[in-house]
Nanobody
């Protein structure tokens, strides 16, 4: 069974950094469908980092210049380096992978694009 396990979340003060990891088992990451989403209670799950059709990193505007998505193929692990964290970055971060059927109908920041999700790791940023 496909499994995604996130780790690396925690509590930090504004300006701090965290690196999230997403270890995959029983499948290999497909560049077409990798992403990190943020969930805040009462709000829709928001895509924060992914890759475009050329495999280049893309980011939602609020995290550009601060977050970096990367992948270690040897370890089959997806990462999200988060620097200069702000209180508005607080949330549960989920990694997403595996292309859903007809994934091309949905953009990289639409949850319908993905078939597999991790359980999430909590990030809390205090001011």
């Amino acid at each position: 069974q496909v499994r995604l396990v996130e780790s690396g979340g925690g509590s930090v003060q504004a300006g701090g950094s965290l690196r999230l990891s997403c270890a995959a088992s029983r499948f290999t990451f497909d560049t077409n469908c990798v992403g990190w989403f943020r969930q805040v209670p009462g709000k829709e799950r928001e895509g924060v980092a992914s890759t475009d059709n050329e495999g280049r990193p893309i980011y939602t505007d609020s995290v550009k210049g601060r977050f970096t998505i990367s992948k270690d193929n040897a370890k089959n692990t997806l990462y999200l380096q988060m620097n200069s964290l702000q209180p508005e970055d607080t949330g549960t971060y989920h990694c997403a992978a595996q292309c859903a059927p007809a994934y091309w109908r949905n953009g990289p920041f639409q949850f319908q694009r993905y078939r597999s999700w991790g359980q999430g790791t909590q990030v809390t940023v205090s001011s």
